[in-house]
């Protein structure tokens, strides 16, 4: 079976390392993974203000060319050792659908390696990150109620698994559960999201679903997304799946699932 890594960041990424992407590709030769697929945060629609404080979320927009050449440099140097390929992890925000596709008609290729994930959910009181801080998210929490959020988060995803953005729609959906990163310490009493309804509607729409490893690595939280039944349900469907590390850093390529 040939080891995939599909989710990877690079130095682009403001909340990542500055370590090189030829860094992250020799990490991967070395632990056999075969495809390494750069998916940098796309740069945020225009019209839309980065919610976290830092406003570090994406990649600059400026950024983006040197990025794809680098990725089609390290093409080229690695052919026949890994195989690389870049895309981006780009944003399902409602409302910015046709921002978002602009974007997306810039880059096909790019298009065609790429992720389509949530971070983002309208909230009472504006846009939110769910995923930047245990603390955040509790904070949120108490405005209204957790089942608020996973009600924003469930409805998002749901639109995402709808294959919003047609030909140029990315060919996998990540990180399906990401709401889940700090259940541990904050959760609903019962959890309304129909993950099955959103599973199906993934299938039915072709896609292949982000079999993520970086959960594993969350202290609030402790498994895959999806986790272990989603993943048999996934498989029951006729979902594919990918491996990928959400690495962040080279030390994190293939993490969880290679040597």
């Not at 309304?192 to 982000?210: F, Q, S």
Request: with cysteine.
């Amino acid at each position: 079976m040939t080891v995939i890594d599909g989710h990877v960041h690079t130095p682009y990424c403001p909340h990542g390392t500055a370590a090189p992407m030829e860094e992250y590709v020799r990490a991967a030769e070395r632990k056999g993974v075969k495809v390494l697929v750069f998916t940098e945060h796309a740069p945020l629609p225009d019209g839309f203000t980065d919610p976290v404080p830092e406003k570090d979320s994406a990649m600059k927009r400026e950024d983006v060319d040197a990025y794809l050449a680098e990725g089609a440099r390290l093409r080229k140097e690695y052919a026949g050792r890994v195989d690389v390929r870049c895309g981006f992890e780009v944003d399902y925000i409602e409302g910015f659908e046709e921002e978002t596709l602009r974007f997306l008609e810039d880059y096909p290729e790019a298009a065609a390696h790429s992720i389509l994930s949530v971070h983002f959910v309208k909230t009472g009181t504006g846009w939110f990150c769910i995923d930047y801080s245990a603390d955040s998210f509790a904070e949120k929490a108490g405005e209204s109620s957790v089942e608020k959020l996973y009600e924003a988060y469930g409805r998002a995803m749901d639109k995402a698994a709808g294959r919003p953005f047609g030909e140029l729609n990315p060919p996998v959906l990540g990180h399906i559960n990401l709401i889940h990163k700090f259940r541990k310490r904050i959760r609903p009493e019962t959890d309304p999201i129909n993950w099955t309804g959103i599973l199906e509607k993934a299938a039915a729409n072709g896609y292949v679903l982000d079999f993520n490893y970086a959960g594993l690595r969350k202290p609030d939280y402790g498994e895959t997304y999806p986790e272990p039944w989603m993943v048999a349900e996934a498989e029951r469907l006729g979902l594919k799946l990918q491996t990928g590390s959400d690495a962040h850093a080279p030390e994190d390529v293939g993490r969880g699932y290679t040597r």
